[in-house]
Nanobody, 116 residues
Framework: QVQLVESGGGLVQAGGSLRLSCAASGTISRIRAMGWYRQVPGKQRELVARLYSGGGPYYEDSAKGRFTLSTNVARNAWYLQMNNLKPEDTAVYYC??????????WGQGTQVTVSS
């Protein structure tokens, strides 16, 4: 079993920054992909940024130029640096990992609120 724990959410003014962290623990086999998603009430969860092992990061258009996904492989952790935040970035942010064998795990989510 794998557990993912997010942290770093909070309330910030428009134009501000936050850094989300996701720490994985448990029986972790080889990670195939890791990423960040977000969800607002009444809408589907959407991809923000994703990284496949051995590849470069992918960002949705809404995140390009403002968000940066980084990793600490030794700690089984990954991060989302979010700059120039906008009110429309307000959502619950979830981290996700896909292990070899296509097993998927999600974190519990962390709230990000951007005030105008």
């Amino acid at each position: 079993q794998v557990q993912l724990v997010e942290s770093g959410g909070g309330l910030v003014q428009a134009g501000g920054s936050l850094r989300l962290s996701c720490a994985a623990s448990g029986t972790i086999s080889r990670i195939r992909a890791m990423g960040w998603y977000r969800q607002v009430p009444g809408k589907q969860r959407e991809l923000v940024a994703r990284l496949y092992s051995g590849g470069g990061p992918y960002y949705e258009d809404s995140a390009k130029g403002r968000f940066t996904l980084s990793t600490n492989v030794a700690r089984n952790a990954w991060y989302l640096q979010m700059n120039n935040l906008k009110p429309e970035d307000t959502a619950v942010y979830y981290c996700k990992t896909v292990l070899v064998g296509d097993r998927e795990y999600w974190g519990q989510g962390t709230q990000v609120t951007v005030s105008s």
